[in-house]
């Protein structure tokens, strides 16, 4: 199952302003607790549809109720049965091919449509993969009505399944994935739409036994998931082979995060300057935040801490306290008022003594 995270990977926003429908859709061959068949439906970021064999019905997962759910039944009986058919008849096959009969294996498709900034109709893709392992791969073009092959599959498409597979995609997939996709963007606007600016933070952290130092750039909370974050070492980028991390990871809140990390043990000993930027559809420039390690001790963060911590008791301390003796003034005060008004004899009662 880890080759979902790769599909979603490989769908891109091809330019600002473009959003995508895409489906994934996992056949599982074997016995386990899951559904046989199973299909997530996002438009960009946000599930909006999943659909199994277990009911063979949509649920639908968006903000929004849909007014066309007899029409989106009949749309995913059309489209997610024949990819049923399609995937199951591949597995058989691979199997027998591979020579891998026994256990478990899944099958796994990716397609979708995109459509672009000015409300034109993109590309169809779709990407398959067998057992973690890509096995195919094409893009259908509905202006040139062609696929393009970027992977071939194993067995070669004779005429007629060419003929068939075009008539397919151009009268039944494409046009059915681009109704959805501009049905669903209206109806979630609001939050496909939506931009949030990164939280980004520049750290270090001396790691021990002497192992060296770790530089890690993180960047939070921003929405879109597509964002462009580069570590730069003396203003050069950071190799990618020493780099770590580098996932698009979702928050709880629907938002996402990235994190990238050198570590290296000549990182102390030589001082270098870091900074790192970062560019997001949110944001009008790009975001630069730069330290300079050997300018700097890396205990002297957590030093200031400590020191502001305590500067900030001592000041509570001394609030605390005049607040205590204020009150105990203003109370003293008080109860001298009431004596005098008590003890201090009235004309009335002089008159009387006399």
């Known amino acids: 199952m880890l080759f979902l995270v790769y ?32 299909v997530v439906m996002m438009l960009d970021d946000l599930q909006i549809i999943y659909y199994d064999s277990n009911t063979w019905k949509t649920v639908h997962r968006s903000h929004c109720d849909s007014k066309y759910y007899d029409e989106e039944q009949s749309d995913a009986d059309i489209v997610f049965r024949d990819v049923y058919n399609e995937m199951k008849y591949r597995v058989f096959y691979l199997k027998e091919h591979l020579n891998q009969t026994d256990g478990v294996h899944v099958h796994q498709k990716n397609f979708g449509c995109e459509l672009l900034k000015d409300d034109k109709p993109g590309l169809l893709h779709s990407w398959d993969a067998f057992d973690g392992q890509n096995i195919e791969r094409y893009t259908f073009d509905i202006e040139k009505n062609d696929i393009q092959l970027k992977m071939p599959w194993m067995i070669t498409w004779d005429q007629i399944a060419w003929l068939h597979e075009k008539f397919l995609h151009e009268n039944v997939y494409h046009p059915i994935c681009i109704k959805v996709l501009r049905r669903y963007l209206y109806m979630e606007k609001n939050n496909v739409m939506r931009k949030v600016k990164p939280r980004v933070r520049l750290m270090k952290k001396t790691l021990p036994d002497s192992q060296g130092l770790q530089i ?40 996402y995060q990235m994190r990238k990390s050198l570590i290296s043990a000549e990182e102390q000993r030589e001082g270098h300057k870091y900074n790192c930027t970062m560019k997001h559809l949110s944001l009008d420039n790009k975001l630069d935040i730069t330290f300079d390690v050997a300018e700097s001790d890396p205990g002297s963060f957590s030093l200031s801490v400590v020191i502001s911590v305590l500067v900030l008791m001592c ?40």
């Open 315 to 354: 000041v509570a301390v001394l609030i605390i306290i005049a607040l205590i003796i204020w009150r105990k003034r203003r109370a003293a005060g008080r109860g001298s008022g009431m004596s005098q008004s008590k003890y201090t004899p009235t004309p009335s009662s002089v008159n009387d003594e006399k």
């Open 216 to 255: 890690s750039c993180l960047a939070t909370g921003f929405y879109p998931r597509h964002i462009n974050l580069t570590l730069f070492r003396d203003d050069q980028p950071v190799d990618d082979d020493q780099i770590t991390g580098g996932e698009i990871l979702p928050n709880g809140d629907g938002t």
């Open 7 to 38: 599909l979603w990977s490989c769908v891109t926003v091809t330019e600002a302003g473009s959003h995508s429908l895409m489906a994934l859709a996992t056949y599982i061959d074997g016995q386990t607790p899951f559904p046989e068949f199973s």
